[in-house]
């Protein structure tokens, strides 16, 4: 014990020798870089003005050439400026006291704060444009000035502004008296705010200058302080979640709008709404209010480039993201849309591609964020992606007390509810589905009037059938005894197919599966979406291959195959039957 107490400083003090050793042969590389040494401070702005920089100095310029002691120089610079100045200054710490944070306006080139654009687009931008001289150097005009520096206190300093208005107290040091300095600049400048969190936000957000919702919640995750300042989420009462998926110019460029369009309907059952293709002033726009700004590579090898296109999907079942989702992107509300999000990246960085591993598309992570996404596209888009999503929202309403959700695919959802006094069925069909719908409703509106294996209709509406419940007792059967109790139900289930087959239609989708006993030993028929008719003449075995055969995702099975294990020479017992009638 005594031995490992002398050895402790000894070890830290190599740790830290290490480590400054480090920073100083390999220096990360940040926003903070160093002025090289022979260059002064203002030899420094002299030489971004003869290589004609867009730059400004953003804060504690008033007493240049000299700032106050301890105070580093922040500078916002245009994107395309940046490699300008890569001579002029190193990441490494040169000792000569003449520190810099250099930001871009997208956050490219080092240039972000936390992995976000230090200021919103057009704050940033107006910074730039509306610059003054002051002493050698370009500051920002007084209005954007105080913009800017109320945006840096409420969203950078947080609980460390001091500013009135956070939700709780929280001790800590105030490096600068914002809210003296802010309620000055706001008098000199005739400006009626109240200077606080809350007063400053609503300011910034009037002239355009407060990040966007999706960049907000990113800025609330490093500063929680923040979360009240954000909208509350919210869900329609009828279910079903919006989402857009913003495409970025290499996917394009790749021609992989199609897989992903297809991906989303195959692979997770989404209803895509529309795809649409953004017009040069619409990159615009979604570059600069989506995501902060920031469409470089990140975390990939390569970047994905700015957005072309956003995808409307819509996912009728939506489902709660996982603790350890919601403890990464907190502000996430359906874990579909995430999953979608992450397959489809590890599925394009697998495709072997030249230059492959990049970020082909960016999500919204909730409802809110995602009709954001769309108004940037204008009123009369966003009405009309409104109008297709009420359409899905209003059919798929519950009209009845839900009891539980028996199933949920890409063709339907089929719910017990409470109807009247008893219980039923309801079968609702998505958008698009009308011709399984149709199939549905002859099937429980005319066929069941001549067929006994088929439950009448109750009620009917856009695109759902209520029909009676029917329990079934195969559902609480093992498999043998399960197969035990439909072999004795061969006469019927035969019958099922003859007289459908006499009557020119065909079910080719009819398997075990579809089967209801009840516990009166009544054996009844649903899902009717793969009714058809079909034109074959004489005896059903010898069309048996051609008209009963159904699509499964397992390929293609016809009749024999689905029924041999459990009804034994299904074929021979078909051969030269007639019209059947079912026991009652």
């Known amino acids: 014990m005594l031995q490992s107490r002398a050895l402790n400083p000894v070890y830290h003090k190599l740790a830290r020798s290490y480590r400054s050793l480090r920073s100083y042969m390999k220096p990360s590389k940040s926003p903070r870089v160093f002025v090289r040494k022979g260059i002064s401070r203002m030899e420094f702005f002299e030489l971004l003005h003869k290589r004609n920089v ?32 890569n001579d002029l200054v190193t990441f490494r710490d040169n000792r000569t006291g003449l520190k810099c944070d250099i930001y871009t306006v997208s956050g490219c080139k080092y240039g972000s704060h936390k992995s976000l654009p230090y200021f919103q687009a057009k704050l940033a931008r107006t910074l730039l ?31 460390g502004s001091g500013l009135p208005g956070f939700d709780k107290t929280v001790s ?20 009626d705010i109240d200077v606080t969190v809350q007063g400053l936000f609503d300011w910034l957000t009037e002239q355009g200058f407060a990040p966007a919702d999706d960049t907000l919640s990113k800025l609330a995750e490093i500063k929680p302080e923040l979360a009240f300042l954000q909208k509350s989420l919210y869900c329609d009462a009828r279910g079903g979640e919006v989402m857009v998926y913003v495409i970025r110019e290499r996917l394009l460029k790749d021609e992989l709008l199609e897989d992903f369009k297809h991906f989303l309907k195959d692979s997770f059952q989404f209803d895509v709404i529309d795809v649409r293709l953004l017009n040069p002033s619409e990159m615009d726009v979604c570059t600069a209010l989506i995501r902060g700004g920031k469409w470089d590579n990140g975390p990939f090898k390569y970047s994905g480039g700015a957005p072309v296109a956003l995808v409307i999907a819509y996912d009728y079942h939506p489902a709660p993201p996982s603790s350890a989702e919601l403890k990464k992107q907190p502000r996430t509300t359906n874990g579909h849309n995430l999953h979608a999000k992450y397959k489809f990246r590890d599925l394009l ?21 995602a009709w954001y996404y769309i108004s940037l596209l204008g009123e009369a888009y966003t009405n009309k992606i409104a109008a297709e999503v009420e359409i899905r929202r209003e059919r798929y309403a519950r009209i009845w007390p839900v ?24 079968k609702t069909f998505r958008l698009g589905n009308e011709r399984y719908f149709e199939k549905e409703l002859y099937a429980a509106k005319a066929l069941s009037k001549e067929f006994a294996f088929i ?6 509406g856009d695109g759902y059938i209520v029909v009676p419940y029917l329990e079934n007792v195969l559902d609480n059967l093992a498999e043998p005894e399960k197969k035990a109790l439909i072999a004795s139900k061969e006469n019927e289930i035969l019958a099922v197919i003859n007289n459908l087959y006499n009557k020119g239609l065909i079910l080719s989708g009819f398997t075990p599966a579809c089967v209801v006993i009840t516990p009166g030993n009544k054996l009844y028929c649903s899902d009717f979406t793969t009714l058809q008719k079909h034109d074959e003449q004489g005896n059903l075995l010898a069309n048996i291959s051609e008209c009963y055969s159904g699509k499964t995702n397992s390929g293609t099975l016809n009749l024999k195959t689905v029924w041999e294990p459990y009804l034994d020479d299904i074929e021979k017992k078909l051969a030269g039957k007639t019209q059947v009638v079912l026991e009652d």
Do not use: C
């Not at 002493?135 to 300093?157: D, E, I, M, N, Q």
């Open 54 to 85: 867009e730059y400004v100095l953003l804060r504690w310029w008033h007493d240049l050439p000299e700032i106050p002691e301890g105070e580093d120089m922040d500078i916002l610079i245009k994107d395309e400026h940046r490699d300008l100045i």
């Open 129 to 159: 444009h509306t610059r003054v001289m002051y002493r050698g150097a370009y500051v920002p005009s007084p209005v954007p000035y105080f913009a800017s520096l109320a945006y840096h206190a409420v969203f950078h300093k947080g609980y």
């Open 172 to 191: 800590l040091e105030v490096e600068h008296e914002y809210t003296s300095i802010l309620t000055e600049q706001a008098r000199e400048l005739n400006l």
């Open 349 to 369: 960085n697998n495709l072997g591609l030249k230059e492959g591993h990049y970020n082909g598309v960016h999500s919204a992570d909730n409802e809110h964020d």
């Open 403 to 426: 009891k539980k959700l028996v199933s949920a695919n890409a063709i339907s959802k089929v719910e017990l509810i409470s109807y009247g006094d008893d219980l039923a069925v309801k």
């Open 455 to 460: 439950p009448p209709l109750l009620e009917a």
